[in-house]
């Protein structure tokens, strides 16, 4: 049987193979020219004078599959190794250990574009100006402008990969040197006659722009500025000239600075111990103080505690630009480096609007400028900078969360431990910290019903009336069981004991049952009219009608015609006795009222005994099961005749 199979694949292969390759092109315009694919891309969209070859080519297939999904052509690799299919890794100098962020990142997309462009290299713009789409184009425009930067950023930078630091064409001392003439008597005399030929020219001075002659640093060590470096180092004729005066730094610090004003006891350890230069350069600075770098990044290397705090969800933002925001280099360690107290460090930044409503209610904690006890000051898993949840946090003090969330009816911002978006954690006008009204703030969450009937209660805003607002042991928040609260206010007799009948939903507390519980645009607030709402629960009832003749009252839906809706001292919630409830319709003075019932004026009769009071199969509503002589009309088998009538007595 195998043998059978092959044969016939085998068959079926020559089969197609006797066909040309164009038999298995789909017939149509856009699959059977074998054409280009400038026949339906028009090339006219792409503008520029620099064309990249593949493009300029037509060999949109040297990137592109020739199949992909509509709208989106795919390419053929991803990232770099598309464009590293032509360019080689060494002419572009991407073996080079320092690399252009986009490079590292294999997105040469951020800089070139794919097809055309009007710039060299299909950048998306001129080099010069393009470059500064990422870097802070302030820097690099101040007064004094280094030359080579009015030639363009290629003057000295490498564009994707360098040996050297900041991409430099080459190491920075003899890049220096291609432009200035540091062998000159001049160059020597403008350093005090130091051999600084080799040394790192960026300690002193900015390399793009500054507002300082000479291009000098933000910020400059003063015997440095003043050209003074006899005050720090040997004399420059010396065979170590830039050797130390003192091997002491301590001891040369404080030649210049007070000890008392920059390190007295209990000052941040790198300061007690002296080691001036683990934050400060000792010359030149593009930051204030002399500072080596930004103080976020010197103040890591140590506070590495900081650093894993500053990973959480929730960060401050001074912690992400600036400790020296709120922390003093040379502050107090029992202080926490602070710059002053917590509380007035936060108010500095967090300015608190005037609380608005009748008088002020503040948190305790605000109140006692206690910020730490509720707050975090670098990073926090939670918003906020919340020391934990809304919940926990809260329920340190408060002890009344624990046993909201044990009720069967919690609150969803409870629930949820989102204590916040009711109340205010500082300060507010209300009571309760409650950032509204009531009545306004559950409208935040709980829209307005409309109707133009409205529950007094709602109408007032009083929600707490009827609701609480963290937990209940009844439904929807209740205050108390429907029954009970509803008949605070209206007055119904809810006792079971006695003669006569109880709506079940009125004894069993369910009013919401029939009554909208805020606004509605029927009487009573009803959910539906009675006949429909009846019809809820008396769906047996409403069944039977659909075939049959129907009382009046019932098919108009007129069910409180006869019935009380919450309890009455007849059966079946009946307004009134029978017949006396039957006879405020029917006349009983009336002559075919009399023929039907041999003369009776049906004062004395249960109108039941003979009368289905809704519906019934035949006429008049007579019950299904009846005696034969009542049902032939012959009382008078059973019953004498009523005096008057000519029958008996």
């Given amino acids: 049987m195998k043998r059978i199979l092959l044969a016939a694949s085998l068959a079926g292969l020559l089969v197609l193979a006797s066909f040309p390759a164009d038999a298995q092109i789909k017939k149509g315009k856009r699959f059977s020219k074998k054409g280009e694919c400038k026949e339906c891309h028009d090339k006219g969209e792409f503008s520029g004078s620099e064309l990249h070859q593949p493009f300029a080519n037509d060999e949109c297939l040297g990137c592109h599959k020739a199949h992909g999904l509509v709208g989106a052509l795919r390419l053929k690799e991803t990232g770099k ?57 302030a820097g690099f425009n101040r007064q004094n402008v280094h030359e080579p930067l009015k030639d363009g950023c290629f003057s000295c930078h490498d564009v994707h990969g360098s040996e050297n630091e900041g991409l430099l064409i080459k190491p920075k001392s003899e890049l220096c040197a291609s432009c200035h003439e540091t062998g000159s008597d001049s160059f020597a005399e403008s350093h005090a006659g130091y051999p600084v030929a080799t040394s790192d020219c960026g300690e002193c001075h900015t390399p793009h722009s500054g507002d300082l002659p000479n291009l000098m640093t933000l910020s400059s060590h003063e015997p ?25 730094a301590q001891d040369m610090c404080l030649d210049c600075h007070d000890e008392s004003e920059v390190a007295p006891a209990g000052v941040h350890d790198p300061v007690a111990d002296f080691e001036c230069l683990d934050c400060h350069s000792p010359h030149g600075s593009s930051r204030p103080a002399l500072l080596r770098s ?51 460090l936060c108010i500095g930044c967090h300015t608190m609007e005037p609380a608005e409503g009748e008088g002020e209610v503040l948190h305790a904690p605000f109140e006692d400028n206690d ?34 969330l ?35 703030i559950c409208r935040d969450c709980h829209p307005v019903t409309a109707g133009k009937l409205v529950h007094v209660p709602y109408e ?21 069981n429907q029954a009970e ?49 009846c019809y809820l629960c008396h769906q047996e009832l409403q069944n039977r009608m659909e075939s049959g003749v129907t009382h009046p009252p019932a098919a108009d839906g007129e069910c409180l015609d006869c019935h009380d809706p919450h309890r009455s001292e007849q059966a079946s919630l009946l307004v009134g006795a029978v017949p006396g409830v039957c006879l405020d319709c029917h006349d009983v003075e009336d002559e075919d009222f009399l023929d039907k019932h041999l003369g009776q004026s049906g004062i004395g009769l249960d109108c039941r005994k003979c009368h289905d009071p809704h519906v019934a199969e035949g006429e008049h509503l007579m019950a299904p099961l009846r005696h034969d002589p009542f049902d032939a009309g012959a009382c008078d088998a059973c019953h004498p005749a009523p005096a008057g009538t000519g029958g008996g007595d």
């Avoid at 500025?225 to 830039?242: A, I, K, N, Q, R």
């Avoid at 730490?372 to 002890?399: I, T, W, Y």
């Fill in 406 to 440: 044990a009720l069967p009816t919690v609150h969803k911002p409870v629930l949820r431990g989102d204590c916040v978006s009711c109340h205010d954690p500082h300060q507010s006008g209300r009571a309760g910290l409650l950032k509204a009204g009531p009545n306004d």
């Fill in 224 to 248: 440095m500025s003043d050209g003074d470096c006899s005050t720090c180092h040997v004399d420059p004729d010396g065979d170590e000239p830039f050797a130390l005066t003192s091997s002491d």
């Fill in 371 to 404: 910020c730490m006890s509720c707050h975090l000051p670098h990073g926090s898993d939670f918003p906020g900078l919340a020391v934990d949840s809304h919940r926990e946090l809260c329920s340190e003090c408060h002890d009344e969360p624990g046993e909201w």
């Fill in 81 to 137: 190794a598309l464009c590293l299919g032509c360019h080689q890794q060494e002419d572009l100098g991407l073996e080079r250990p320092i690399l252009h962020g986009p490079v590292a990142d294999g997105k040469c997309r951020d800089c070139h574009d794919p097809h055309t462009s009007d710039h060299g290299n299909l950048l998306p713009a001129a080099a010069e100006d393009f470059c500064f789409t990422c870097h802070d184009e």
């Fill in 485 to 533: 609260l509803c008949a605070e206010c209206h007055d119904i007799d809810l006792s079971t004991e006695g003669p006569g009948s109880q709506h079940d939903p009125f004894i069993g507390g369910e009013c919401s049952g029939c009554h909208l519980p805020h606004a509605g645009n029927l009487g009573g607030l009803l959910v539906e009219g009675t006949g429909r709402l």
């Fill in 294 to 344: 930004s103080s976020r990044r010197i103040c890591l290397e140590c506070h590495d505690d900081v650093g894993d705090q500053m990973l959480k969800a929730s960060q401050h933002a001074p912690v992400k630009d600036d400790c020296l925001q709120c922390h003093q280099a040379h502050g107090m360690v029992a202080d926490h480096l602070l710059a002053g107290s917590a509380s007035d």
């Fill in 460 to 480: 007032d805003g009083e929600c707490n009336t009827c609701h609480l607002p963290h937990g209940s042991g009844e439904k929807g928040l209740l205050v108390a």
